[in-house]
């Protein structure tokens, strides 16, 4: 990139000059109207969500370069369409810019949006430019679904299995290795590396739903129940809970993390980080005990039945091997906004 453009800012160019730069990113026949229009199948329901993203909350220069925090926005947004299930059409894009912030910071943010949409065939369709003392980018996502197949918080029962996707604590442990690079001496570079990965290129699990409905296509009509783990593994669970007005027991043993825990972490660290430690983007899924074995056989690579529905209202991880005592989860325990 020519070096008097890198170090043009924000306010050299102004929101138009900004807009048509960005405009480069989405598709010319859908851009240039007071809002986009969007085709959805016949029979199709339409899934709206927004997700906001402040500097030095939520994405911070000393761990996450603009092109990683773009790719991080995106995913957070595809994710929650995944834990509905549905297929994504599109995403907005909102941005409160200072108006000393560099044009190629922001070129490079919607970069690495761009890489990560174009994995699932998804356009940046609109948005708008504000200025604002901090960087904010609020995305959002446009999806659709079968109306048979929409992934709810409130209809798990009584005996479902509680199925994750994939490991807990990756990303949260790639979090603390950019902070503290003094941290994991004992991990080789590949664990090192795949860790940090984790955190800074998330994959939403759209590629669940395929297989989720194939599964479920030999039952009988059934709500089905789940969200994403975007604010922690024990969050998720505790929501489903709530909403389902249900109860849980949660197996310690069963809990799939990464192996690089295992020689680096203490077990309470390592449980911690798989509990609360969030934005692993998985899907937590409450299904019948066949279809639950079922899916976690297709998916490998740490999926995992990590326990059950029960009656009653509380959340309980039970360590099988009685090294620990049963432990209540709760929200509190996890990061919230506005807590001290």
């Not at 990303?171 to 991990?187: D, I, K, R, Y």
């Not at 993390?257 to 020689?263: C, G, I, L, S, V």
């Amino acid at each position: 990139m020519n070096s008097e453009l890198s170090s043009q800012q924000v306010k050299d160019i102004g929101e138009q000059g900004l807009l048509e730069r960005l405009q480069r990113f989405c598709p010319p026949e859908i851009i240039g109207d007071d809002a986009a229009v969007l085709e959805t199948a016949p029979g199709k329901s339409l899934v709206v969500t927004t997700d906001v993203l402040v500097d030095s909350v939520h994405f911070s220069n000393l761990t996450t370069s603009p092109e990683d925090a773009g790719w991080r926005a995106a995913a957070a947004n595809l994710s929650d369409l995944a834990a509905m299930g549905a297929s994504p059409l599109g995403i907005t894009v909102g941005l409160g810019l200072p108006g000393e912030l560099r044009v190629s910071w922001v070129e490079r943010l919607y970069q690495g949006m761009t890489e990560c949409l174009q994995k699932y065939n998804t356009p940046i369709v609109g948005g708008d430019v504000v200025r604002s003392p901090v960087t904010t980018l609020a995305i959002t996502a446009f999806g659709q679904v079968n109306p048979n197949q929409i992934i709810r918080r409130s209809a798990a029962v009584m005996g479902d299995a509680i199925v994750v996707t994939g490991v807990h604590g990756a990303s949260h442990a790639g979090l603390e290795l950019l902070l503290h690079p003094q941290l994991g001496q004992n991990l080789k570079d590949v664990e090192r590396t795949a860790l940090i990965h984790a955190h800074q290129r998330p994959q939403p699990r759209l590629d669940v739903l395929p297989i989720l409905w194939k599964i479920l296509a030999s039952q009988c009509p059934m709500p089905i129940t789940g969200m994403d783990s975007s604010d922690g593994l024990a969050d998720a669970i505790i929501q489903i809970c709530r909403a389902s007005g249900v109860g849980a027991v949660l197996k310690h043993r069963q809990i799939s993390m990464p192996a690089a825990f295992d020689h680096w972490l203490t077990e309470e660290q390592a449980l911690a980080y798989a509990l609360y430690g969030g934005e692993d983007f998985e899907l937590v899924l409450c299904l019948p005990q066949e279809s639950a074995l079922a899916l976690v056989q297709h998916l490998g690579q740490g999926a995992a039945i990590v326990g059950k529905i029960t009656p009653g209202a509380t959340v309980l991880l039970h360590d099988e091997q009685k090294k620990f005592p049963d432990q209540v989860l709760s929200l509190s325990q996890g990061f919230q906004h506005f807590s001290q």
